[in-house]
């Protein structure tokens, strides 16, 4: 097995929280902070560290609009969270071929 796919693992995306996070958007246009919490069953603060991280790389956009008066905040992955999740899919892909390949 070539070690060097386990390097090109995207650790932003790895952590179990944020990888869930990143398949969540992947599959939904855009989920508001509670749909995610509600889903993934994390704290407000837990979701909300993980939410800072992926934004701070670029790939979850936040938008912030009001909805019967009270405000609403919406993720949806940008073109480079799409990306970085795709290529992150696909060097896992890879790792698992290769492991299967050993057998």
Known sequence: MNPEHFQQLDRVIHE???LA???LLAANPQLSFTE???ILN???GNLTSHLKTLQYEGYVA?????EKNRS???????????NAFEKYLN???Q???ETRRQK
Not at 62 to 66: A, L, Q, R, S, W
Not at 72 to 82: E, F, I, V, W
Request: charged residues 30%.
């Open 16 to 18: 179990k929280g944020r």
């Open 21 to 23: 996070i990143m398949a």
């Open 36 to 38: 995610l919490r509600d």
């Open 42 to 44: 994390m704290t407000d």
């Open 62 to 66: 936040i938008t912030k609009t009001f």
């Open 72 to 82: 609403l905040t919406t993720y949806s992955l940008t073109d480079k969270g799409r």
């Open 91 to 93: 060097t896992l892909e």
């Open 95 to 97: 790792i698992l071929k």
